[in-house]
């Protein structure tokens, strides 16, 4: 009987850490006191090594599969004699709620645009396509934000057929944690960028369940590259309960936030409503429909305590 182990290890290449850090020396991008800066400004608890170390190498792996792609791209348009639109590279970043997929999606796009070959970098959430606030109430959905069910699939993928086919100004829809809502006729722009990162909890899902059409294609049919940001479970929720207390001192201390009414909470009850939200939602959303579509990523990033890396795995 091949295990479960055996399998893994035939799909991917491991690296620890202290293996990977050790691929910065093959880097030839070095980044200046305003690229850290800048870098700050994504995230001041990010660690700086841990860009250098972790994120750097990965922006020039990425830098080289991407570069690859577009030799091949040349290859194809001189045999066929013709110059097609140019159409974005396309990175997908999974992931449970908390993990830091928006975080790493910042660093990687911050990095991405340092490289002279793919200078625009785009990047877009699929919180954005999650249904309007008044449609998921409709569709007694509210308790199941995140679920599969609770996005727009049919536009999602409207979307990024666009953007496949190299159309010119395509619009996504914008979502605010503010308000918990889509922001009504508001829209990110996204104009033929050489790359676009795609970053949500459901980019690997395939929708083989009975709230899918099983006809409309799958997101990662039109994905080049596609990143699962991983860490253990009560890693995951801690997380979760400490950004819920910052939020709380934060963004639910304005008075149009959807949460305003937690700003008045003590640490404790925050605490207790924060776990309760992770156990009813995020965690069973995790267990059923996004942990399952980790090994179809090309790259596995494993984050242990303090969000340091542990582990890379890359498919072979
Ligand atoms: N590399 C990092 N170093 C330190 N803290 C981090 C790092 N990445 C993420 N965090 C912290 O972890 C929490 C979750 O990060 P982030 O908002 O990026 O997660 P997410 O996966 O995009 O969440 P969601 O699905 O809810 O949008 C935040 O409090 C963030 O500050
Ligand atoms: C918007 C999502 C679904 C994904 O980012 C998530 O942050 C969310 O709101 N989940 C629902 C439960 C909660 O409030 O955390």
Same mark, same amino acid.
């Given at each position: ?94 992931? !449970?709620?908390? *993990?830091?997929? #928006? ?7 911050? &990095? /991405?645009? +340092? %490289? ?103 997101? !990662?049919?039109? *994905?080049?590259? #596609? ?7 009560? &890693? /995951?929720? +801690? %997380? ?77």
């Amino acid at each position: 009987m091949t295990s479960a182990n055996q399998i893994h290890n035939a799909l991917y290449l491991a690296f620890q850490r202290v293996q990977w850090a050790e691929l910065r020396n093959s880097v030839p991008l070095t980044l200046n006191e305003t690229d850290l800066a800048n870098l700050r400004g994504i995230n001041e608890k990010i660690s700086l090594t841990e860009v250098t170390d972790i994120y750097l190498p990965l922006s020039r792996l990425l830098n080289l599969i991407v570069g690859a792609k577009q030799q091949r791209g040349l290859t194809l348009n001189q045999f066929l004699g013709h110059t097609p639109p140019k159409r974005p590279y396309i990175i997908s970043i999974a992931g !449970s709620v908390a *993990v830091g997929k #928006s975080t790493t999606a910042r660093i990687l796009q911050a &990095l /991405l645009r +340092q %490289w002279p070959e793919h200078p625009q970098v785009d990047l877009i959430t699929t919180d954005g396509f999650l249904y309007p606030l008044s449609e998921l109430k409709r569709r007694g959905l509210l308790q199941r934000k995140g679920f599969p069910e609770s996005y727009d699939m049919k536009l999602l993928i409207e979307f990024i057929t666009q953007i496949k086919s190299g159309d010119a100004s395509v619009n996504a829809p914008l979502y605010s944690h503010i308000t918990y809502d889509r922001i009504p006729h508001q829209y990110q722009v996204i104009n033929q960028p050489d790359i676009l990162i795609l970053e949500g909890l459901n980019v690997l899902q395939t929708g083989q369940d009975s709230t899918f059409d099983t006809k409309r294609p799958f997101l !990662s049919d039109f *994905v080049d590259f #596609s990143v699962y940001v991983d860490s253990s479970k009560s &890693l /995951l929720k +801690q %997380w979760y309960v400490e950004r819920f207390l910052q939020f709380r001192k934060g963004a639910f201390a304005n008075p149009k936030s959807y949460f305003h009414h937690y700003s008045h909470l003590s640490d404790e009850e925050s605490v207790q409503i924060a776990s309760n939200i992770w156990d009813s939602i995020n965690g069973p959303n995790l267990q059923l429909n996004i942990e399952p579509t980790r090994d179809r990523a090309h790259l596995i990033l494993q984050k242990g305590p303090d969000h340091l890396m542990d582990q890379v795995l890359l498919r072979k």
